[in-house]
């Protein structure tokens, strides 16, 4: 279960780094509470919305630094 | 030293936000977990709980990278640090991908390889975060 934990511990990193797109992680986990309380298993566009959320954060740290 | 005390500053003026805000996502992020912990055995949910843990961990870094290393030489440790989290990130990626792509394929088989072998990847992920400087807690 380590990776899971390893979920909260991120979590409280994200806010306790206050950022400013704090908001946008925080509307996600909402999103993640959700589909796990949900009865069923994630759908297509649960998945998608997901890879979704993961491609705008690899977006933003791949893209070339200054001067890279 | 000179980085964890810019850590240690950045934290301090992270402590503007809102302890309401902060407490409702503690307590959504800790549902989270009894609710994964609750359908443990339960492929589908267990990765995508465990991508979710990637995600916010991955989120970290993309926003350390944004405001702590904006250029190369922001920090003298951007030009090095920066690289080695684009690469934990991708091979994690890879993990889940594969985890993922099993459960959604062959939901009624035994997962647990895959599983650990994602989960196994997200915390390697977490420690080159935290061996690196970028904020853990």
């Known amino acids: ?68 | 030293m000179k980085l964890l005390i810019a850590f240690a500053l950045a934290l301090t003026l992270g402590a503007c936000s809102s302890l309401g805000t902060v407490i409702s996502t503690v307590g959504a992020a800790t549902t989270v977990l009894g609710q994964v912990q609750k359908y443990y055995g339960h492929a589908p949910k267990t990765v995508f709980a465990a991508r979710a843990g990637f995600d916010i961990a991955l989120t970290a870094a993309a926003h350390f990278k944004q405001d702590v290393c904006p250029t190369v030489t922001s920090q003298p440790f951007c030009k090095t640090v920066v690289p080695i989290l684009r690469t934990g990130a991708a091979k994690t990626v890879a993990a889940l991908d594969i985890a993922e792509t099993f459960v959604r394929t062959h939901p009624t088989l035994d997962a647990t390889a895959a599983i650990d072998a994602a989960e196994a990847a997200v915390t390697a992920f977490a420690k080159t975060e935290t061996d690196n400087g970028v904020p853990a807690k």
Do not use: C, R
């Not at chain 1, 908001?23 to 890879?51: C, L, M, S």
């Open chain 1, 1 to 68: 279960m380590s990776g899971l934990q390893d979920f909260i511990t991120a979590a409280e990193a994200v806010i306790a780094d206050g950022f400013q797109t704090y908001t946008e992680a925080k509307a996600y986990i909402d999103f993640v509470t959700g589909v796990v309380n949900a009865a069923t298993d994630p759908t297509d566009a649960d998945w998608a919305k997901q890879h979704a959320y993961e491609q705008g954060e690899l977006d933003i740290l791949n893209a070339p630094m200054g001067g890279e």
